[in-house]
Each structure stands twice: as C-alpha cells, then as structure tokens.
C-alpha cells in the first residue's frame, strides 16, 4: 500500500482548510473524516460570524490568527464561491461600566491593526442600527466583521482540496495508531488502514484522544456546549450587523447574528460539560438566551423559532488554540483547542500549519496544476426572473423547486449528490433545503428520491447523517402485522 | 418570459383551489389554475381514509376520490392547468393608486420557464403546513425517526414506506390520530399519543375509531419533555402537568400532530395583511384580502377541520370573484371581531345588507353555549350550540336584516358565552 505524504485527521474546516492549502503543492495528502460527510462535527453548529479582531490582546495565537484569516475571506469568497457578507459586527453597551470594557476593546482593535474599528456615541450606534434598544449608551463598530455559512464555507474548502487531488475517506475513525519506519499505519473500527509520513491532527472535540493514539502530549479537550435559536426569515429581529453585548470574561455573551441567508440566529449559550457527544437542547435556557437578546433588540421573539440546536466548542486549558509540532510523537502537527475564532483564523491556520510543516523538513514543491476556483452552483434563490428563465431553459431542473421554504431546486439538490453529499443532513449543509420554516415536511421524500435515482441506494439505506441514523424501517407489507383479537 | 392574461389565476390545486376554479369557470369567467405538485389533489391525494363528501356529496368518500371528482370536473371543463409550478410574486403595486388595476403574478415550472400572468384578480388557495418540532421546542437530541404527521403520512400511504416500528405521536390533532390507526395496521407498535391539552384537539370520531378501537393509550395534559437518541430516536421522556414523575418510553419514532399553519409566504410577496389569530390573509365578507382583486379561501385562509366546508368557503369565495370582476359594488360593511372564548372569526367584515356567513374557532369545551352577535350592549343575534371544543370549527349563517340598523360608529362583536346549567 501506497504511503501518503500527510493524512489529516478531522474534516472540520481546520483540517479542510490545511488540506486545500497543502493541495497547492507536490503532495500525496488524505483527509481522514469519522462521520459520513465532512463539517458534521464542531463545525456544522457554529454561529458563521467572522470576527472583528478586537475581542482578544496580541499575545494570544488565536488573535493573530483571527486577524490574518479575516484579511483571507474576500480572495477565498472570489475563488471558491460561498456566502459571504462583510456586514460588521456592533457592541452595544448599556452602562458607563461596560463603555469602559468596550473602550479596552477597541484599543485591543487598534492593536491588532483591525480594518476601520470605530467607537460609538448613542446616536452613532442607533443610526447604525435603528433595531438597537434605545437604552443603549454606545459602543463599538467593527466594520471588518462578517457572516458566512460555516458547512458551506468548509465544504468549498474540501471541494477545492480534491479538485487539486487531496483524497478524501470519510467514516474513517482512526482508532489506532503505530509507525513502522518513516510511516504512521493508522487503522480504523472496520480494519481499514491508511499509511502516511506526517500526521496532522485537527481532530477537534477528539484530538486528545488522537494525541494519545499517537503517544503524542497529553491533554484535554473540553467540550463546551452552545445552544442557538434560528428565528425565521420574516422575524423582525432581523439586524443589519452581528449585535454583541459587551463580553464577560468567560463567554462573548448572547449574540443576535443576522446571517448571510436572511434568517436569524440568537445565542449561543457557553456551558461546560463532560461528553463530548452531548448536543442536547434544553428547555432551561431559552428564557435566559432570549431575555439577554431582548435587552439589546427588544423585537426578538420566541414566536419566530424555527428550531434550535446545539453544537460543542473544543477547549483547551488556557483558551488559546494550541497548534504546534509535536515534541514526542516525530511528524505530527497539533492542531488543538480551535474554538472561537477559529472559523475566522482558518484560513490562517492552514496557512501557519503548512509554514510548520516546511520547518519541520517536509519537502513543498509547488503544483503546477494547482487551481485555486472551483465551479460555482447557480443557486435559484435571488435569481433574477430573466436569468432565471434561461437556466431552466438551459438545464429544467431549475424549474423543479424541491424545498419550498428555502426556494432550492432539484438542479441544486443533484450538484450536491454528485459533489459527493449523500445524507439528508449533507444535502442540507450543501443546498439549504430542509433548513427553512417547514423543516423537511414536504422536501424530504423528494430529496430522498432523488438520492436513490443518483445513487442506486435503496431508500431503506438513506440516512439523515451516516451511521444508525437510518430513515424508513420497511417497506409497506414487510412488517408482520398482528392480529387483531 | 410568457405572459398569459386572464380573468382569474387561481393558485393551489388542492381542494379549495379546484373548487373555486370549477365554480368561475361555471360563472363563465377565463380562469387558469397553478399547481406546484405535478397532480392535482393536495393532501387530500395522501388521505386514503374515508370520511370525505359527506356534506358536500352527502357519501362518503376517501380523499383521493374527493379529490378525484373536482380533478375531473377540471378536465370536463377544460381548464387550463399549470401543474408543477411555482408562484415566486404577486406584484400588487399596480392595485395600490388604481382599485381596479390588474395584477401581475410570476411563476414558472420546468416544462415553461418563467410565466408572467396579468390578472384581474387572484385566489389564494395555497392551504397550510405542519407546525414541526421548533416550533414547540421540544429539547433533546436531533436523531432521525422524527417526522410530522403528515410527511408520515405520505411515507406510508403514498410511497409505501413505513417510517418506524414502535412509535410515540405527539399532539392528538386529526392527522396523528389517523397515523396512529395507520401505523398499527402496517404493523408498528404506536405506544403512547400524549397530548398537552386536558382535550383531545382532534375530532370525538377519531379518538373512538383510531385510538380506542387499537387500544392506544392517550395522555391527555401530558408533554414530550425530551427526546432521546444519538443517530436515531431511541426514547422520549413524557413528564404529566400535574406535577407528577415523568417517565420514559422507548421507541425509535415520534410523529407530530401539533397543528396546522396557513402557507401565506406568496400572499406575503403581495403585500397582504394577515390576521394574527388564524395565520391567513385578513378578509372581508366576500374573501377579499386587504389588496382589491386578491380573494383567499381554504385552509390557507384559516386552517379547516373538514374537506367539505372548504369546498362550500371556496364556491363562496368564487361568487365573490364573479361579482368583483362582473363590477358588482361590495356594498356597505363593517368590521366584526373575535371575543370571549372564541380564537377567531373569519371572514373580518360583515356586509350590512344581505347575507352573512361565519366561521369561529371556540377556545372552551362546553356543552351549553351561545353564540351572541352583539353591537355594543345590543344583542343583535345569537343562537344555541349544543357542543363546541376547540377541534370542531363552529360556522353560523347570520339571517338578512340583522344588521340594517348598524352603522359606522358601532362595535360589532361575536362571542361564546356559557349558558348556566340547568
């Protein structure tokens, strides 16, 4: 068996991001994913928001980071096509108490070099956003911020990391570990194995667990869990800029995040747990999550939930990301702790994860057949009538509108199949369907359709995200019935 | 881009929208029905049960037949159809300085592209959706095997695929009583229907035919506290609003019967009004929307408990449109609003002389109540009901002459008062 230069571990945009950077060089590179798409784990729940630059000193890596991969978006967004909006983030402060914190944050801006960080009197904030509580006393503008779609952005990632000839294997759970020579041999649950030089372990919520797999450093990763609200797209509460209040030491706080689709977001929560497989929502933490958004937008309403969800933040002790050579196990690079901001600096950390690497002795040599854009999808949503008229006419299955909420045809929903998203869940992250006001209620048997004519699966093999999460039990007539007495 | 122009568009081809058309086209007016599904039908096409037509065909009919006798009426008439296509807009700006403006409305569909339609007027018929697991919160995890009713529905009665073996169904509306009789019959265990409410919100029939006869236990002021399960549903936590221990059980399915909402998004692009209360379009006494030319009629309009009233709402509804486009003046009226124990009223205004037709949801259980009509201190008419609960709409037919006297300055009212026992 052919050894790789590097396998990746983790398919979250951590690792999608290093391989789409080493996919730029002479390189055999694989992408380890456990779950059956990639983004499905930390990733899939973040809030998209591209930060400021202005929440944490310079001393932190993870700062610098953040401040480096938000000046990397707008190339990306030209190369690789995935919803971006430079909307800006606002602070608002309520208090001559948190004015103070504001004021440390700003100049916390201004270390950083953060593009056109501005600090607000009352009125300059309220004109930046009529929707804020009047009570508000001023803030912090920091028009550098953004949206993305955090599943979309890593999926462009990936597609650009295999269009340049990374290979990609996904429900691989590396669950053991052992070098023989210059090669790791790297096996998993089923017996499959997978060779390669250099190991890069982006393993996310797991990556102490990879660590020690690999007799690597011993640390721990805990999991801290954020709940979040999707209001619909009607709701009023819909901002112009991301709202932040003014930060506790422990948490950025309650955020109300109007993203780059339309919908909005209120959240997250910032709780400390034990399992890593946790991502549970409560009923607890609704009251709280939207008082505190209230006391900055007064119009977000609970009666605009959609749905909520939870997703799990990787820590590390001492809250900085910890990427870094590993100092026992030969050719591994950490790639550990990537909570916030870590979808802003990821493109950073490919950046900083391949420098390690060339330091390290691995040999770059550029690839001549290197191109940096992959093909955009025409989405049906915001197309004009006209030039909406001509792809239908152009290819029909633009005319067939699959999930109605979200306005996603079965042109987009077959893109996604045959760029390699074969779960509900996949299809979702990748088109949007089943993400609006009906969740899937009249969408998901045509999406399943569709699967099994691209695929050839059966319908009883479709799953909402790979491993037991199976959707139908049986065919009508192939389940005994039981006799009625 | 296509333009046909016609005197009616007709949008949703379901059971309201089949009725209004075949009632215009009858009128002798030029109407054109849209259709996003490539038959016609609706929901009613996934309704395999009986228990259809018994007012309106005064048999009893199951929903693909309902369906199929206004489908062929369609046919015999010759109306033309656009089935697989999507309305995207209703541009109304026209209608804003000039009442009798015509409209323009987009839609296009695979086979067309995009069809521009100029209209003298519109019928919304586009009926409702399920209300899903965000909206009532439910916490826990995110497994598969959570479904609503109806999608349920159409796995099992449609595509012939059963989504689980042992089922929880949450919410006792109409659809999750029939899928629990459907469930047991292809062979699933249904465990528990847990309903939030003291009473049940589905129709007294259906929790005798589909329940009791199955031996299903129902929970009546119960909650689905959590659900539960890593890849797919495992169990669900049912805590009892009383105050008392919750329990667990297992299962790998949950169906959810939690209500219905009108589908309003493409009356939302027309710049329509809507009434808080039902979710659909505000209208007056002929079902016309607060845009002149825009009528609504159906479960779009306020969600329906039987097939056969919105059949009679939309025919209703249709007559309007005739004598909208025929020039009929609308006639003096007034607004009429919702009051004690009641959810809502439809239609929002009254016509002061002629006939008056309206429909209420009760917020109570009783079985000794009175409908009033009362303009202030005045009652203008009333009438006795024998039994009314929150799942069984209450429709009154309000006698001519009533409200002759009324005039602008008055405050019209509908309410349900509880009679005393006697």
Not at chain 1, 111 to 140: M, Q, T, Y
Not at chain 1, 347 to 364: F, N
Not at chain 2, 101 to 115: E, I, K, L, N, P
Request: proline share 4%; net charge negative; charged share 25%.
């Amino acid at each position: 068996m052919d050894c790789y230069d590097v396998a990746i571990i983790g398919g979250g945009v951590s690792g999608a991001a290093v391989a789409r950077r080493l996919s730029a060089y002479k390189l055999k590179t694989v992408l380890l994913e456990k779950e059956a798409d990639v983004s499905f784990g930390v990733s899939k729940a973040n809030s998209g928001i591209i930060h400021g630059g202005f929440h944490h000193g310079k001393k932190a890596l993870k700062s610098r980071l953040e401040i480096k991969g938000n000046l990397m978006f707008d190339q990306l967004q030209k190369e690789l096509h995935f919803p971006f909006r430079r909307n800006g983030i606002l602070v608002a402060a309520f208090s001559s108490e948190e004015m103070r914190t504001v004021e440390e944050l700003y100049q916390n801006g201004l270390d950083n070099g953060a593009i056109g960080i501005e600090l607000c009197s009352r009125s300059r904030i309220l004109s930046l956003e009529p929707k804020l509580n009047p009570d508000v006393v001023g803030g912090l503008h920091a028009p550098g911020g953004g949206m993305i779609e955090p599943y979309q952005f890593v999926f462009s990632l990936m597609e650009s990391a295999l269009k340049n000839g990374v290979r990609l294997m996904t429900d691989f759970k590396v669950s053991k570990a052992e070098k023989r020579g210059d090669c790791y041999h790297m096996t998993d649950a089923t017996g499959r194995t997978v060779q390669a030089g250099w190991v890069v372990n982006a393993a996310g919520l797991y990556a102490d667990e990879i660590s020690r797999i690999f007799g690597a450093e011993e640390y721990d990763i805990i999991p801290r869990k954020g709940e979040e609200f999707l209001l619909d797209r009607n709701a009023s509460a819909f901002t112009q800029r991301v709202i932040f209040p003014v930060p506790s030491k422990v948490s950025k706080g309650m955020l109300v995040i109007p993203t780059v689709e339309g919908t909005t977001m209120v959240g997250p929560t910032a709780l400390i747990g034990d399992d890593k497989e946790d991502k549970s929502t409560t009923r607890g933490n609704l009251e709280q999550v939207f008082s505190s958004a209230r006391r900055m937008i007064p119009s977000v309403s609970e009666k605009d939930i959609i749905t909520s969800f939870a997703g799990l933040r990787p820590v590390l002790e001492g809250n900085d990301f910890y990427i870094a050579l590993s100092s026992i196990a030969p050719r591994l690079v950490h790639v550990a702790g990537i909570q916030s901001p870590g979808l802003t600096a990821a493109p950073a950390i490919g950046e900083y994860v391949k420098d390690l690497l060339r330091k390290a002795g691995l040999v770059l040599e550029e690839n001549p057949e290197y191109d940096p854009e992959i093909q955009a999808v025409p989405r049906f949503r915001g197309t004009e009538k006209e030039e909406l008229d001509r792809l239908i006419a152009d290819n029909p299955a633009y005319g067939e509108v699959v999930c109605r909420c979200e306005s996603i045809s079965e042109a987009e929903i077959v893109t996604a199949i045959r760029r390699g998203h074969r779960t509900l869940d996949g299809i979702k992250f990748y088109t949007r369907a089943r993400m609006g006001r009906c969740q899937g209620g009249f969408c998901t048997f045509r999406i399943l359709q569709i699967l099994q004519r691209e695929t050839g699966q059966s319908i009883e093999d479709l799953t909402k995200r790979g491993n037991g999460s199976y959707l139908v039990s049986a065919k009508v007539g192939d389940m005994p019935v039981e006799e009625m007495v | 881009m296509k333009i046909e122009k016609r005197d009616v568009l007709v949008i949703g081809g379901g059971a309201a929208g089949m009725a209004a058309a075949t009632e215009l086209k009858k009128r002798g007016r030029d109407v054109v029905l849209v259709e996003r599904d490539h038959v016609l039908g609706g929901i009613l096409n996934q309704c395999i049960h009986n228990g259809f037509g018994l007012h309106h065909f005064k048999e009893e009919l199951t929903g693909p037949e309902y369906a199929e006798r206004f489908a062929d009426l369609i046919h015999e008439q010759h109306i033309p159809t656009h089935l697989g296509m999507t309305i995207t807009e209703i541009d109304t700006r026209e209608a804003e300085n000039d009442q009798k403006a015509r409209h323009r409305v987009y839609g296009f569909s695979s086979a067309q592209g995009m069809v521009c339609f100029d209209v003298q007027a519109v019928v919304l018929s586009m009926g409702c959706r399920e209300r899903n697991r965000g909206n009532i919160g439910t916490p826990g995890t995110r497994p598969s095997g959570v479904y609503t009713a109806g999608l349920a529905q159409r796995l099992v009665n449609v595509e012939g695929y059963i989504p689980g073996k042992e089922v929880v169904i949450v919410g006792s509306g109409d659809i999750g009583l029939i899928m629990a009789r459907r469930m047991s019959w292809v062979g699933a265990k249904v465990k528990a229907v847990v309903e939030i409410q003291p009473y049940p919100a589905g129709l007294t029939r259906n929790i005798v035919q589909c329940l009791n006869d199955f031996g299903i236990p129902l929970y009546l002021n119960h909650v689905v506290s959590e659900i539960r399960g890593k890849d797919r549903v495992e169990a669900v936590e049912i805590t009892p609003r009383d105050g008392s221990e919750p329990f667990v059980v297992d299962c790998d399915t949950v169906l959810l019967s939690v209500g219905l909402v009108p589908d309003t998004e493409v009356a939302k692009t027309g710049g329509i009004s809507l009434n808080p209360e039902t979710g659909g379009p505000l209208v007056d006494y002929r079902h016309e929307t607060s845009v002149p030319g825009i009528f609504a009629c159906g479960n779009v309009l306020h969600v329906h408990d039987l097939v056969d009233y919105v059949t009679e709402e939309s025919i209703r509804c249709a007559v309007s449109v005739d004598d909208f486009i025929g020039e009929e003046p609308a006639g003096m009226q007034i607004d009429i609003h919702a009051g004690a124990n009641l959810k809502y009223v439809v239609p929002g205004r009254m016509i002061l002389q002629g006939k008056n037709h309206l429909y209420m949801r009760s917020l109570i259980v009783s079985n000794h109540s009175e409908i009033q009509l009362t303009a202030g201190e005045r009652v203008l008419f009333s009438k006795k009901l024998r039994h009314v609960q929150p799942s069984e709409m209450i429709g009154i037919d309000v006698p001519e002459e009533i409200l002759k006297d009324i005039g602008d300055g008055d405050h019209l009212e509908v309410h349900l008062k509880e009679m005393n026992h006697e």
